[in-house]
């Protein structure tokens, strides 16, 4: 694992801390120790659908990241460019086919796996709120069947390996496995998943120890 104190001036990230997609990026960051200036836009106030952030990202949705004049949304677009300013991570390795291999289980993850869990959030929201409507029983049901099969595919394919592709920890790891963050309030249960359950606290502890330096640079930061 890397961790080398690197400042890149010229990253600015667009994030929130709740939000999946911007905790795939800033578990990134931490992993490859790349210290990036940071803008928190707070989502309950909807500055993501503000004019400033739409020019930016006219789809309204987090994370965002500026370098220079190239903008990138989409939490994988980012954290394939973050990865590729570390050349030789294990997180994106410079093999072509290593590299197809983790984009597939990412472009499922967009494709699929958050498919299932945005519109389930979406129904519990509305259900928290009770401003959007009455809550559709069988969307809600939908949703789960969405997500059961996707934890089928993922408990199968991690039967017999440690990580989703490869032998180490992969870019694949840390986006999928940073949608199931809010499993807990959305009711989702990962005890029939034996492989995807340790799976996700294998990936879990790494990304709490690649916090862990930057944790403690806050802290002495502070002082």
């Not at 190239?70 to 050349?87: C, K, N």
């Not at 390795?93 to 289980?105: C, L, Q, V, Y």
Request: aromatic share 6%.
């Amino acid at each position: 694992m890397q961790m080398i104190k690197r400042n890149e001036p010229d990253l600015l990230l667009y994030y929130h801390p709740l939000d999946s997609a911007s905790r795939n990026v800033l578990s990134v960051l931490d992993f490859l120790g790349l210290h990036v200036g940071k803008r928190l836009i707070n989502i309950n106030l909807q500055e993501h659908k503000r004019s400033h952030f739409l020019s930016l990202n006219p789809n309204g949705e987090l994370p965002v990241l500026t370098s220079g004049r190239l903008v990138l949304w989409g939490a994988h677009a980012i954290t394939q460019y973050l990865a590729s300013l570390r050349p030789g991570t294990v997180l994106w390795p410079e093999d072509p086919g290593a590299r197809a291999d983790i984009a597939k289980w990412q472009f499922w993850d967009a494709t699929h796996l958050s498919v299932a869990l945005n519109a389930l959030s979406r129904e519990k929201k509305a259900h928290e709120l009770q401003s959007q409507g009455q809550v559709d029983p069988g969307a809600i049901e939908l949703a789960c069947q969405r997500f059961d099969r996707c934890a089928r595919i993922l408990n199968t394919h991690l039967s017999d390996r440690s990580w989703l592709s490869g032998s180490c920890i992969s870019l694949a790891d840390l986006s999928v496995s940073s949608r199931l963050m809010h499993d807990a309030r959305l009711d989702l249960s990962l005890h029939s998943y034996l492989h995807l359950q340790e799976w996700n606290l294998r990936v879990e502890s790494v990304r709490k120890e690649a916090a862990r330096p930057v944790l403690l640079m806050a802290a002495e930061t502070s002082r």
